[in-house]
């Protein structure tokens, strides 16, 4: 899977071979859960522990979600939202079918124009809603919340409950006490996996399922990545391997990460990663800034800089090997637009050597690369996928020696805008930001 012999121009193994001590104590401190943070790595093993009758209850709900419904609406944001839009992006068909259930996300942003439009859009459908929030307070999915529910009321009236489906943690927060007391069906996000990790929860599991996809295969995958991560030696761990060539390349001056793929249905896998990345070691002034690419259309406008400007970044390239779909370029008599020496291609063909051209001119520019291979885009791979840069990110963050389970920094625009907004409690603050404006 990890190829990093495009990183080897730029480091020496023996940078590698430094890290290797740190990198399997990160590794043993994470699954014996003594590590930095250890009241927040229930994920390291959750796909192991997640029983038979769990997964029924999620499949059972989809089932009665499907036949109720044209439209599942999932609220949440961050670590609640993000991966379950990868997964859906990743593995549903770019075109919906005729029939089946739409799924839509809101509570993701405050846009008041996609909010209003997405009430309009509900007016004439039957929706069910799935409103995900860990903490239950999280301002844009409550707002969300107050209105779809408000919604909700209106078109089914007294019977509105049988429609709300909440991802919650158990006995806390203002979402679990309304879950109770208006008998929602709950399901649990342990206490101890905050948001970004929480993809192989109900968090993401329930909207999955929603979508046909096979949650099994998702959990096989996972406890799959699980067995190889936690065992394999350190010049075999593909874990162990790429956290460290990422702090290498740390060490020696880079401070973007950039992960770089060829299949666009990788966009919202892609914004996850950054999350996970960006709110995991951004923190007393380190890390490296997490962005994506999508290549050879972003070529057309990053490639440039990527190519010759700052030498602060490298590469990490997420290769599908067999496309779900492939097809040939038509012969024309004429050659009027002198193509016909690609016509022994097929377009993943063409796709892949765009890959491999650019690879190599990238390095001789100057930028590392490391290659991730992916056999194909499925539930397995999904789920190995993410447990691979989840585990990565556990590892690397204690390479950086910062706790990867916080994320004290967004605390600081929310009260600031709380403050703004005049929320009771913060009247100090509101007067302070009055005088600044
Ligand atoms: O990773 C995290 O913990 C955060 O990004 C949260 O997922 C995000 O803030 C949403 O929080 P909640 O699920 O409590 O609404």
Request: proline share 4%; aromatic share 12%.
């Amino acid at each position: 899977m990890l190829n990093y012999q495009q990183v080897l121009p730029f480091i020496k193994k023996t940078d590698l071979e430094a890290l290797e001590p740190q990198a399997l104590k990160a590794k043993e401190d994470l699954l014996h859960k003594t590590c930095l943070g250890n009241d927040f790595v229930g994920w390291v093993d959750y796909p192991n522990r997640l029983s038979e009758a769990d997964l029924k209850a999620i499949v059972a709900a989809s089932q009665t979600i499907q036949n109720q419904s044209q439209v599942l609406l999932v609220i949440g944001i961050g670590g609640s939202y993000l991966g379950a839009k990868s997964a859906l992006s990743m593995l549903r068909a770019y075109f919906k079918k005729t029939g089946g259930l739409e799924i839509l996300f809101v509570g993701n942003t405050l846009s008041s124009t996609y909010t209003k439009a997405v009430l309009q859009y509900l007016q004439h459908k039957d929706f069910s809603i799935n409103v995900i929030s860990k903490s239950g307070t999280t301002t844009e999915p409550a707002i969300a919340f107050r209105l779809f529910r408000g919604l909700l009321k209106e078109k089914y009236g007294s019977r509105f409950n049988e429609r709300i489906y909440c991802t919650t943690t158990i006995g806390k927060g203002v979402l679990y006490s309304e879950a109770i007391n208006n008998n929602y069906q709950i399901f649990a996000i342990p206490e101890d996996i905050g948001g970004r990790y929480s993809v192989l929860t109900p968090v993401g599991l329930l909207p999955m399922a929603c979508s046909n996809i096979d949650i099994y295969q998702v959990i096989n995958g996972a406890s799959q990545a699980i067995f190889n991560f936690s065992q394999k030696p350190f010049w075999e761990n593909q874990v162990l391997l790429y956290a460290s060539l990422r702090k290498a390349l740390y060490d020696q001056g880079k401070r973007i990460e950039m992960l770089v793929y060829y299949e666009p249905k990788l966009h919202y896998f892609g914004e996850w990663y950054k999350q996970l990345f960006g709110e995991s070691e951004g923190k007393n002034h380190l890390g490296l800034f997490p962005v994506t690419a999508n290549y050879s259309t972003d070529l057309h406008s990053l490639g440039q800089y990527v190519q010759d400007g700052h030498r602060h970044l490298f590469e990490t390239v997420l290769n599908i090997n067999k496309p779900e779909e492939d097809l040939t370029i038509p012969l024309d008599q004429l050659d009027f637009d002198q193509l016909n020496y690609l016509t022994k291609y097929s377009l993943h063909q063409i796709n892949h050597q765009a890959l491999v051209g650019t690879t190599m001119a990238h390095v001789d520019g100057g930028v590392p690369n490391i290659l991730i291979n992916v056999p194909e885009l499925s539930p397995y791979y999904y789920a190995y996928l993410v447990y691979f840069f989840m585990l990565s990110c556990g590892i690397s963050a204690a390479l950086l020696g910062v706790n990867p389970y916080d994320q004290p920094g967004v605390e600081a625009y929310k009260r600031n805008m709380f403050a703004l907004l005049g929320k009771p409690g913060l009247e100090k603050l509101t007067e302070e930001l009055k005088k600044k404006r």
